[in-house]
């Protein structure tokens, strides 16, 4: 099991910008972002392979959010840019099972073992 743990998250006006960071105890597989608004279920929002060349977004952020992964250094990050108050929510790091495909990108929450404690993001009007 690894551990994860967030950070970078805050307070930011709308169309600015935050980067989340995710620190990995250990090895891991795929690996990716997720986030829960208050009242809602929790919702995909970037994913990543394991070598860091495929990735994938949901629509509502593709082209604003930018995923990317540093396997030297165990770390997970997102870059998000022209943020809107319906990005507000806490975002959650999650690394993967090992289903033995390295170039797979893992959309489902199903999909990952092991899951950070979270960090709020605050998008204001």
């Known amino acids: 099991q690894v551990q994860l743990v967030e950070s970078g998250g805050g307070l930011v006006q709308a169309g600015g910008s935050l980067r989340l960071s995710c620190a990995a105890s250990?090895?891991?597989?795929?690996m990716g972002w997720f986030r829960q608004a208050p009242g809602k279920e929790r919702e995909f929002v970037a994913a990543?392979?394991?070598?860091?060349?495929?990735?994938d977004y949901v629509d509502s952020v593709r082209g604003r959010f930018t995923i990317s992964r540093d396997n030297a250094k165990n770390t997970l990050d997102l870059q998000m840019n022209s943020l809107k108050p319906e990005d507000t929510a806490v975002y959650y790091c999650?690394?993967?099972?090992?289903?033995?495909?390295?170039?797979?990108?893992?959309?489902?929450?199903?999909?990952?073992?092991?899951w950070g404690q979270g960090t709020q993001v605050t998008v204001s009007s």
């Open positions: 999650a690394a993967a099972y090992n289903f033995g495909a390295a170039t797979r990108v893992f959309t489902r929450t199903t999909e990952y073992r092991d």
């Open positions: 250990g090895h891991t597989f795929g």
């Open positions: 990543v392979d394991w070598s860091g060349v495929n990735a």
